[in-house]
């Protein structure tokens, strides 16, 4: 038996996310600040922001919110309460502050409203984040915004363009 397509990505992104989200805690609890500028859970935080907007585009905003409890419930074993409660704050707000702008935005440009509600969800999880963990605003800010939104939106955005330009040419027949 297969599962719908809706379904099936669905539970891949909600695994994903809830996994992503424990990666993310746990990277910062081991290595904490790369080079001053990133925590080192911020690449993998960045791809939670992606997998955020599957599990909500295919299930809805409650159950990326259960996904958020489920992960700040491993990341407290995996990194500690404090990174976790701090985690969770900080991907519950964003979530509620990205799904606000996304909902009205995607009915004219789903691309666009992806970018911007990615952009100011990840400016506001960043400063949640560091701030109920301990981490220093100034420059880490700048740092986590530019690489969330390049995880979340530039890399999903190279990735179905290079998917498109190369199922392009095996679409068309020959001679189109």
């Known amino acids: 038996m297969t599962l719908p397509t809706n379904i099936a990505v669905a539970v891949t992104s909600s695994a994903a996310f809830v996994a992503l989200v424990a990666a993310s805690n746990w990277l910062t609890a081991e290595h904490g600040l790369i ?8 690449f993998t935080a960045g791809l939670v922001l992606a997998a ?22 491993i990341s407290a074993v ?18 509620l502050v990205d799904t606000a702008i996304y909902e009205p935005l995607r009915r004219r440009s789903r691309t666009r409203a992806l970018a911007w509600s990615n952009l100011i969800g990840s400016v506001v999880d960043s400063l949640v984040f ?5 981490f220093p605003l100034w420059p880490t800010v700048a740092g986590q915004v530019t690489v969330k939104w390049v995880m979340a939106v530039g890399l999903p955005l190279l990735a179905v363009g290079v998917a498109r330009a190369v ?6 027949p020959e001679g189109a």
């Not at 599990?55 to 489920?70: P, Y």
């Not at 199922?167 to 068309?172: A, L, P």
């Open 35 to 42: 080079g001053g500028l990133v925590t080192a859970g911020t």
């Open 52 to 73: 955020r907007d599957a599990v909500r585009e295919t299930a809805g905003i409650w159950a990326s919110l259960a996904c958020i409890a489920a992960g700040v419930a």
């Open 78 to 95: 995996m990194a500690g309460p404090v990174l976790a409660l701090a985690s969770g704050a900080a991907f519950a707000l964003s979530e």
């Open 130 to 134: 560091l701030t109920l963990a301990g």
């Open 167 to 172: 199922f392009r040419d095996r679409v068309r």
